[in-house]
């Protein structure tokens, strides 16, 4: 009872704490000014950044504690896509089970878990707006000052993009959404002015953006310079917005892309012709993690063979396209990006100086991530509980992890294993103060608490 105790305590101090901090840190700013009047800065640049501060006191090591979480109650095909700060806590979204079934039998639907301190979880089914014979799905959730928002879709009966609106994680209502033909949507991003939802129509990248989470405008494609290609993240910085994703107009010659706004206005392009961006190679921009240093962004690259020869595997082809291990995202193997501002970047490979697989193992415990998608703003700049290869080999169901930091996203240091006895990598992870809240698929949780 002691334990239980200790670590209820422990988690609500953090929670409390990191909810407190973000409200009050040094360097967040507010709004620019009125929706639709640009900040006065020079539109073909970046929005200002916000920044957060590193912790002045190193993280040398980290420990771990299971949290014997309640209220999950998942059933098979249920499971958890991540987990976010909202206010007065944590909110895990992913895909829940209804007490009894709907009228048309179906009883899988889009569900948040709100937990006060990590530990108890009250369950919330999304239910609003959702045709008899279909249910709801998510993608992406974000929450800021205007409230919560998941960016998800609704099958089968009805099939589309779908947006979900709370002023607080419990109530909710569907959103006027633009209803479509082939639209999409991949992520969704929450400011001080309102909200950000990404995706596509017909295979060309889309923005919409919302004041209130309740009523959308798309953005014009043509004067954003959106292309044929993929968004794939969008994030909420000091006075506008990043989005991140891939240029594929050629449809052979693909380029890791970014846009940004001032406010919830004047969408542009930033660094179209950046080499570390748009080079010989093909290349697309995952997530971007704004931090004390700058930005940090993961994503893929790979050659237009590679492309080539995994396109003609999908097409039913005798190619290869080389080591499982090897390749992520079809032909696109990890890459990673740091830029200050989001106007020039520079490119680091995570494979090495050599940039051949596997990676270069570092010493001298032999490790080396594989994937890049688990960090989170914290410690001296980024935090990350990743997947490694040991000694060249990858863990047979992807469960060797390490907990990486970095301060400026060039080098980065492991100082210590990923939560114990883990089925599977953290879907979701959340930096809170001086410790990591881990949550798997499955509702496992962990508390990581750095050592100085």
């Known amino acids: 009872m002691r ?13 409390a704490g990191a909810l407190l901090a973000a409200v009050t840190r040094p360097g967040a700013t507010a709004p620019a000014g009125p929706l639709g009047s640009p900040a006065p800065a020079d539109l073909a640049g970046p929005p200002a950044l916000g920044r957060l501060q590193p912790d002045p006191v190193p993280w040398a090591g980290m420990t771990w504690e299971a949290v014997e979480t309640r209220g999950f109650d998942l059933q098979p095909g249920d499971h958890v896509v991540g987990v976010i700060r909202v206010d007065g806590g944590l909110l895990a979204y992913g895909q829940g089970t209804l007490d009894r079934p709907n009228p048309d039998g179906l009883v ?12 108890t979880w009250r369950p919330v089914p999304i239910l609003a707006g959702v045709r008899a014979g279909s249910v709801s799905e998510s993608r992406n959730v974000a929450a800021g000052p205007r409230g919560v928002v998941i960016a998800g879709n609704t099958c089968c009966g009805e099939e589309g993009a779908a947006v979900w609106w709370s ?45 209130d989470g309740i009523g959308w405008t798309a953005v014009d494609q043509d004067e954003a310079g ?11 910085l000091g006075d ?4 991140a994703g891939m240029d594929d107009r050629a449809g052979r010659d693909s380029q890791a892309a970014v846009w940004a706004s001032t406010g919830l206005a004047a969408w542009r392009r930033l660094a179209a012709a950046d080499p570390a961006l748009n080079g010989r190679d093909e290349a697309s921009i995952t997530r971007i993690v704004p931090f004390a240093g700058g930005l940090f962004a993961n994503g893929g ?77 914290a410690g001296p700049g980024l935090v990350g509980v990743l997947a490694e290869l040991a000694d060249g080999q990858p863990g047979q169901e992807g469960d060797l992890l390490g907990v990486w930091t970095s301060g400026d996203a060039r080098s980065w240091q492991r100082i210590g294993d990923g939560p114990p006895a883990a089925d599977t990598p953290p879907v979701g992870l959340v930096g809170l103060d001086r410790r990591l809240f881990a949550l798997t698929e499955n509702g496992a949780a962990w508390l990581g608490t750095a050592a100085p």
């Open 167 to 211: 002023p607080d994680g419990v109530g909710w209502q569907r959103a006027a959404f633009p209803r479509l033909a082939e639209a999409y949507l991949t992520g969704v991003a929450a400011g001080p002015d309102g909200f950000v939802a990404i995706g596509g129509v017909r295979g060309r990248g889309a923005i919409w953006t919302s004041v």
């Open 240 to 243: 506008g917005y990043l989005v």
């Open 301 to 377: 690259s790979g050659t237009q063979e590679d492309r080539v020869q995994c396109e003609g595997l999908l097409n039913g082809g005798l190619l290869t396209a080389g080591p499982a291990t090897a390749l992520t995202c079809g032909w696109l193997r990890e890459m990673t990006w740091r830029s200050d501002d989001g106007s020039r970047w520079e490119r680091i490979d995570p494979w090495g100086r050599d940039g051949t697989y596997p990676p270069e193992p570092v010493p001298p415990h032999g490790r080396a991530p594989i994937n890049w998608d688990r960090i989170v703003p």
């Open 226 to 236: 959106l292309v044929r290609g993929e968004l794939a993240h969008a994030v909420a």
């Open 108 to 119: 899988s639907t889009l569900t948040v878990w709100l937990s006060a301190d990590g530990i």
């Open 3 to 15: 334990r239980r105790t200790t670590i209820a305590f422990l988690l609500a101090v953090a929670v």
